[in-house]
């Protein structure tokens, strides 16, 4: 596989449930969202790979100053989009 012929998208948003059998991650880009099953293995060795990954761009280009804050909300919901708590802004 070319990985340069790989169509790419920005990705703007991941969003993670779990359950005991798996973890669900969703990759969102605009209204566009791509969504993945793993498995527990799969989903550690995957956090394994990232972390080294990060690691790899640090030595070449710095330290990548960034803050993770768990449940953070987003300042967009989807009632904003849908017009509220009334469907879609019908009344």
């Not at 059998?21 to 995957?46: C, D, I, N």
């Not at 761009?57 to 993770?68: L, P, S």
């Not at 804050?69 to 802004?89: E, F, R, V, W």
Request: aromatic share 10%.
């Amino acid at each position: 596989m070319d990985l340069t012929k790989i169509p790419k998208q920005f990705c703007e948003n991941i969003a993670v449930a779990l359950s005991k059998e798996y973890f669900v991650m969703s990759m969102l880009a605009g209204e566009a969202g791509v969504t993945y099953a793993l498995t527990p293995q799969h989903m550690k060795r995957l956090s394994q790979y990232i972390l080294y990954q990060i690691a790899e761009y640090e030595k070449q280009f710095g330290v990548i100053e960034a803050e993770w804050t768990p449940n953070i909300q987003s300042p967009l919901q989807t009632k904003d989009i849908m017009g509220g708590a009334n469907g879609g802004g019908k009344k």
